[in-house]
């Protein structure tokens, strides 16, 4: 099976000479005809995956409670700026909204929301979720966009969603991974000349073996070094949580989800969801160079649990019915379970802050 965007890609190749995984990624994403994200809402039973405010609101009411007390710490400005990039179905921000209306209404009454979404189908799923705050509400492309002034930045899988690049070890250096035609004209991986620069090599690249592939993601980085000098500009302080790993290594983790399953990255281009795990050690050395205070990382279930998980759930199932219950029990475990490839423990945590301050669970107890 072939797919429509499958045919541009082709002609692309056929006219232009192999491209590279980062340029794929993005076609499949964002082409403005068929990409992935702009024709269609990717989300939930109907979708193709299920992120973690569509599995409970108990994960963007921790959120919200987290982003209360990030505001408590810097003083309570009058005038927020609550940014979130890669907002999906608007779930989460209809969760930390509501919190922040019933919790502090003094920072709801100051506050101004920018939706960072290009998909058109889902910025129409954002203002039918989000439409009680619709007074409070703008779309914006890209961060630069943003109103400015004190600001909160919070983001649920965005980073896993920018193309990451690709180079493949070979004994003299680490070269570029493209996508090519194979002799039947099917899509299909190869590598380039293009080396990676020798500055930016890995300590350890030389004791790979050859066909080791490491990944890097300029535009990852280049994206939180604009996160630190908004955060510099105003004041305040950035939530990321996205799968992927702290330390920096080898290893290749491009990975396409369509129908809830895994699904070869080549396979069906603008039909699938396309991602790679996130070094949250590199964003973190760029949050750090660029000046900002970067808080202990941390595992998305130590996260929860840290913010009150166990308590919230509880609060959340009394007096309900015994499925319900156990409905709001499962759906705690399935955000928080520790064990190697569930969420609690794939996914990570990283805060920055304009200036160093303690934030909970981040920095424990004053």
Request: aromatic residues 6%; glycine residues 10%.
């Amino acid at each position: 099976m072939t797919t429509r965007l499958a045919g541009k890609i082709r002609t692309i190749i056929e006219t232009g000479g192999p491209m590279p995984v980062s340029t794929y990624f993005n076609i499949c994403l964002a082409d403005p005809d068929h990409g992935y994200y702009i024709t269609r809402d990717p989300l939930g039973r109907s979708g193709d995956f299920t992120t973690a405010p569509e599995i409970s609101q108990l994960f963007g009411e921790l959120v919200g409670i987290f982003l209360i007390q990030a505001w408590q710490r810097h003083g309570r400005p009058p005038e927020t700026v609550l940014i979130e990039g890669g907002p999906g179905r608007g779930t989460m921000m209809a969760d930390i909204l509501n919190v922040i209306l019933k919790l502090a209404p003094d920072l709801y009454s100051g506050l101004a929301v920018a939706l960072m979404e290009t998909s058109p189908a889902l910025r129409a799923r954002q203002a039918e979720r989000l439409e009680r705050h619709v007074g409070k509400i703008c779309w914006i492309d890209g961060l630069a966009e943003a109103p400015e002034g004190f600001a909160l930045f919070v983001a649920n899988e965005l980073f896993d969603a920018i193309a990451p690049r690709q180079f493949v070890k070979a004994r003299s250096g680490l070269f570029e991974r493209v996508v090519t035609l194979d002799d039947d004209g099917a899509l299909c991986f190869g590598i380039s000349p293009a080396k990676l620069d020798p500055a930016a090599l890995p300590p350890d690249w030389r004791a790979q073996p050859d066909g080791a592939i490491f990944e890097t993601a300029p535009a990852r980085e280049a994206l939180m070094a604009q996160l630190a000098e908004r955060l510099k500009a105003g004041g305040g302080s950035a939530l990321i949580i996205d799968y992927g790993h702290l330390t920096s290594g080898f290893g290749d983790t491009l990975q396409a989800i369509r129908n809830h399953a895994f699904d070869p990255p080549l396979a069906h281009p603008g039909e699938a969801d396309l991602t790679s795990h996130v070094d949250f050690g590199a964003l973190a050395a760029v949050a750090r160079q660029e000046g900002l205070h970067v808080h202990p990382m941390m595992m998305q279930g130590a996260f929860l649990a840290g913010l009150g998980l166990g308590p919230r759930a509880s609060a959340l199932g009394r007096g309900k019915d015994l499925v319900t219950q156990q409905q709001i029990v499962a759906a705690a475990r399935r955000l928080a379970g520790d064990k190697q490839g569930e969420m609690g423990n794939l996914f990570k945590v990283l805060c920055v802050s304009n200036r160093p301050l303690p934030l909970l669970p981040f920095d424990g107890e004053d």
